[in-house]
């Protein structure tokens, strides 16, 4: 079974910092790319980062470029987004997923799916 776990969620204030991780089990991580994605009431869901299975390629929203970065540990089964300079507009839940494949066409309709942590942004 595959169980995708996020952690790190939280309320902060405009331009503080967030960790997100989300742990992996039931596939073999390193074969799979994986992304951050994000639910808001204004854009729906949107592809946040996503990278390859080896870190070769990372896209990310041209939302959070310059202030997001996305890793992954391939011996520790971990994905990690840090977030920096946070804006209210970053409100929303926000998911870990694992395409089927090792890379990836598009940061999106990725396979596997967490449950998703809440992030929210006061002003």
């Known amino acids: 079974q595959v169980q995708l776990v996020e952690s790190g969620g939280g309320s902060v204030q405009a331009g503080e910092s967030l960790v997100l991780s989300c742990t992996v089990s039931?596939?073999?991580?390193?074969?799979?790319?994986m992304g951050w994605f994000r639910e808001t009431p204004i854009k729906g869901r949107e592809g946040v980062a996503c990278?390859?299975?080896?870190?070769?390629?990372?896209h990310y929203a041209d939302s959070v470029k310059g202030r997001f970065t996305v890793s992954r540990d391939n011996a520790a089964n971990t994905l990690t987004l840090r977030m920096y300079r946070l804006k209210p507009e970053d409100t929303g839940e926000y998911y870990c997923?694992?395409?089927?494949?090792?890379?990836?066409?598009?940061?999106?309709?990725?396979?596997?799916w967490g449950q998703g942590t809440q992030v929210t942004v006061s002003s």
């Open positions: 039931g596939l073999t991580f390193s074969d799979h790319a």
């Open positions: 997923a694992a395409d089927y494949t090792a890379g990836f066409m598009r940061c999106a309709d990725f396979g596997y």
């Open positions: 990278i390859s299975s080896t870190s070769r390629t990372i």
